[in-house]
């Protein structure tokens, strides 16, 4: 079946890019590729690739990127093919949770405040920084709270031993890695959600955790490295990258204010949803009709 459109992932999949531009070229397709990046390259490999995916990216009639830092970097390059679609938001779907384990029933019930993470145990995901900020939040309050971190990694034994030298392995629980089927499942005992990174040489572009937890309503907090996500404020709460003072107040702020949650909860459910199947595909329809038109 001859298609009139190829939709492609951008740098993140780079050989596929390429494979996708020279056959849009052999068969006079629209290519219209996806990519989320905010910032440049830093990595000796990554700015060998990523020169040639820059120029070749100025000659694909249609980019679509998943939010305005994005949109802005890419613009500030004069590059004027680029359209923000909300795609990002499709790869948030999660499986219903049917049957919530009974050991999740036992920390809903035996803690009053549950902080969670999920997601890869990598250090530009600045989960020492969540660390020691919950610490902080443990030490200025009387709070019965648990840090529940979801995932797996290489510097989790690193994480442990922070927990450890902090005198707060008892407040912390690594999962391990959790099951697509149970991660809802996780999210509906969560009081809120930390996602916090750092900038690094490839920092972060556009997470999924933090949009999941906000379809389930849980007060997310992120840090200023998450590139476009930021657009999604005031349904996510933002702190400095790499501020444990900042992380922590907020924190306590959360633990203490359930009036504050649940006004941050509505914010997110307002926000995420929003954004749907239709809706991005409206996008997506807008967006095409104003490459093909020359807009």
């Not at 009974?102 to 990598?122: M, P």
């Not at 019965?144 to 707060?168: R, Y």
Request: with cysteine; aromatic share 12%.
């Amino acid at each position: 079946m001859k298609s009139d459109i190829i939709i492609t992932p951008g740098y993140g999949a780079v050989f596929e890019f390429l494979l996708a531009y020279i056959v849009s070229k052999i068969r006079k397709n629209l290519l219209i590729v996806k990519d989320t990046h905010w910032y440049w390259h830093q990595t000796k490999i990554s700015r060998f690739f990523w020169f040639i995916y820059f120029s070749l990216l100025r000659k694909v009639p249609l980019v679509i990127v998943p939010g305005r830092a994005a949109y802005i970097f890419w613009r500030s390059y004069g590059f004027e093919n680029i359209r923000i679609v909300h795609y990002y938001w499709l790869e948030s779907w999660m499986p219903k949770c049917l049957n919530t384990s009974s050991s999740l029933l036992y920390l809903r019930s035996k803690y009053d405040f549950i902080i969670l993470y999920l997601g890869r145990l990598i250090k530009k995901r600045g989960i020492d920084i969540a660390i020691k900020a919950f610490s902080n939040l443990l030490k200025e309050s009387n709070i019965n709270s648990v840090f529940v971190i979801a995932g797996d990694g290489p510097i989790k034994d690193e994480l442990i031993s922070l927990s450890k030298q902090l005198s707060i392995s008892d407040r912390i629980i690594f999962l391990g890695p959790v099951p697509e089927k149970y991660k809802e499942c996780l999210y509906d005992i969560a009081d809120i959600f930390v996602y916090v990174p750092i900038i690094e040489k490839i920092p972060e572009e556009w997470p999924i955790p933090p949009l999941e937890s906000m379809k389930k309503g849980v007060p997310t907090i992120i840090s200023t490295a998450v590139g476009s996500l930021l657009d999604l404020i005031p349904g996510v709460l933002v702190v400095k990258w790499g501020s444990v003072e900042h992380l922590s107040n907020l924190m306590k702020e959360l633990a203490l204010n359930e009036e504050e949650r649940d006004r941050v909860s509505k914010l997110a459910l307002k926000i995420a949803n929003s954004i749907n199947e239709k809706e991005v595909l409206l996008e997506l329809i807008k967006a095409v009709r104003e490459c093909i038109a020359g807009k």
